[in-house]
């Protein structure tokens, strides 16, 4: 094994303490592995070479903690991070699980769901806080509909704004300084949930208080569950300054929400992914949103865990290998050449290159003729994959 591929602190690999920690109950069958606390969690963890891990609220506090029981976890918590040297760089709230979310929490109609969603969030953010963490998401787990006679869609878009308009008010107020990310996903655990993809999310952000302060947590899966590409939610997010965090799995399109281990099912999409963050040098967590299969005891979900890093520095090789692969290099230069000289008529409009450009004459047959080489580009691009260039 090459000691490349071994993760290190400056990959940034996460994981939730909900994924490792995963018992695999699924909506047929029952847990089908022991469940772990917090601490021995966070030292399965360090064990296969993680640099951080996230969590809900009630993923380390139980939702009927008393104080002193919170003190203590907490403080056992932390002692655990200190040993091992683990961070979190990300916590969460879990505002799905409880029946009291069974019609959604910030977009509930009712006015006391909605104030203790509040309630909660604010509680888990002073928690997140309190061990660093520098990014907040919110997963609209249950922020949906099964009938649209239930709610309407415009007064929920108005309900979640009012909600993240409080929020970043709180943030604010206590000096916090965390960047909130929203995580979109089309469906399940409601028939539909609302701002369904990361570009419905990226729209949404416009419209609140502060804007700024708020960007997305675009998930593989999800994306994928929409037939989208994911890789192309992450450019646009990116673009404007708002890829704050990401999670990282897979999934087959059109399926439920299957949450496999990272490049396990579209290794092409993750490839894509994996090189498009690097190129652009993003700087924050790669963590991994993914279980263990079912079929899996302990052993396996730390090989699960390994091969989420592992893939993903494999593909950070391919991609490096892909960039300095001349054939390919050669394809992408002569694609791109002006070979007519126009690109000085092109960008930022003036009155003069306008006129230049209706004044031009343009062999449009000649254009559409011209053979584009994607084939061999896309065959070059397997070959780097599958390890025979
Ligand atoms: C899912 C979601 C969640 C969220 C998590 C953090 O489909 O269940 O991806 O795992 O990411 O709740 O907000
Ligand atoms: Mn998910
Ligand atoms: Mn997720």
């Known amino acids: 094994m090459s000691d490349q591929y071994q993760p290190k602190p400056e990959h940034k690999f996460t994981f939730g303490l909900w994924t490792v920690g995963s018992v695999g109950r699924d909506p047929f069958g029952a847990p089908v592995r022991k469940a772990k606390s917090p601490v021995e969690l966070v030292h ?31 403080r056992d918590f932390k002692a655990a991070l200190k040993e091992t040297g683990l961070v979190v760089p990300m916590a969460t709230t879990n505002l799905f699980y409880e029946p009291v979310f069974k019609d959604g929490a910030f977009t509930s109609n009712d006015p006391s769901v909605r104030a203790y969603a509040l309630q909660k969030t604010m509680n888990a953010i002073d928690l997140g806080a309190e061990f660093g963490a520098q990014v907040y998401v919110f997963w609209g787990g249950r922020e949906g509909v099964e009938t649209d006679a239930s709610k309407s869609g415009l007064e929920s878009l108005k309900r ?83 890829l704050f965090h990401l999670d990282l799995n897979d999934q087959a399109s059109g399926r439920y929400d299957q949450d496999f281990r990272f490049g396990s099912v579209n290794l092409k999409s993750a ?48 991609a490096e290998e892909w960039n300095k692969d001349q054939e390919i290099q050669g394809i992408l230069a002569e694609l791109n050449t002006d070979q007519e000289k126009v690109s000085p008529l092109l960008g930022v409009y003036s009155s003069e290159k306008a006129a230049k450009l209706k004044a031009r004459s343009f062999d449009r047959e000649a254009l ?11 065959q070059l691009t397997l070959e780097v994959l599958l390890g025979v260039r």
């Open 271 to 318: 490839f894509f992914l994996v090189k498009f963050l690097e190129d652009v040098g993003y700087p924050g967590s790669r963590h991994f949103d993914a279980h263990a299969y079912r079929t899996e005891d302990e052993e396996g979900v730390k090989a699960f865990a390994r091969g989420c890093m592992r893939t993903y520095l494999i593909l950070k090789e391919k």
């Open 368 to 378: 559409g003729n011209r053979g584009l080489s994607y084939e061999r580009l896309d």
């Open 160 to 242: 979640f704004r009012e909600a993240l308009n409080f929020l970043c008010e709180y943030n604010l107020a206590q000096g916090y300084k965390l960047k909130f990310a929203l995580e979109a996903k089309p469906n399940e655990p409601r028939g539909d949930l609302y701002l369904p993809t990361t570009g419905a999310m990226l729209g949404f952000i416009e419209t609140l208080d502060h804007s700024e302060m708020v960007g997305v947590n675009p998930e593989v899966a999800h994306e994928q569950m929409s037939g989208l590409n994911f890789m192309h939610a992450v450019a646009q997010a990116w673009d404007v300054g708002k």
């Open 44 to 74: 399965l963890l360090a064990e296969v070479g993680a640099y951080g891990l996230n969590f809900h609220d009630n993923d380390l506090i139980p939702i009927d903690a008393t104080p002193v029981e919170r003190d203590r976890i907490v």
